[in-house]
């Protein structure tokens, strides 16, 4: 059996229509993205889980990644002497390294770090406005 979504569009700017596959419409509000439509609600409410964890590692994942960018103003603050700054240098590393290089430097500063926030933020802004349903209607 095929299951077809549709989103309606509303005269309302506040509002979005989505009919689901069994015909109730839900409505959701505009800043949604992206729309995952689950048959179990118990598997629904999982999504929801792993979604707000999710979230919550790209913020503390943010917020370890200022304090990394933040340490680099301070020429006599050594990150690497066995410390918890050391720590936060080694689980950041694989992500600067995606960026470094990548714009050409401004004063000694690397550019390209400065656009590793804007993609952890559009990550961020992504995954926060996907909204889960499931076949009762109920948004998660």
Request: hydrophobic letters at 50%; one cysteine or more.
């Amino acid at each position: 059996m095929d299951a077809y979504t549709t989103l309606l569009l509303t005269s309302s700017p506040q509002v979005i229509q989505h009919v689901l596959a069994n015909g109730i419409v839900v409505d959701l509000p505009d800043s949604i993205t992206l729309v995952c439509e689950v048959s179990n609600p118990s598997i629904a409410s999982t999504l929801a889980n792993v979604k707000v964890l999710l979230l919550d590692f790209i913020r503390l994942f943010g917020f370890l990644y200022t304090i990394r960018f933040s340490v680099q103003f301070f020429g006599n603050i050594n990150p690497y002497d066995e410390g918890i700054l050391q720590a936060i240098y080694d689980f950041t590393e694989p992500y600067t390294r995606l960026f470094l290089g990548f714009m050409p430097s401004l004063y000694n500063m690397d550019i390209g770090l400065l656009l590793g926030f804007i993609v952890l933020d559009r990550i961020e802004t992504l995954v926060s406005n996907i909204a889960i349903l499931d076949l009762a209607g109920k948004v998660y």
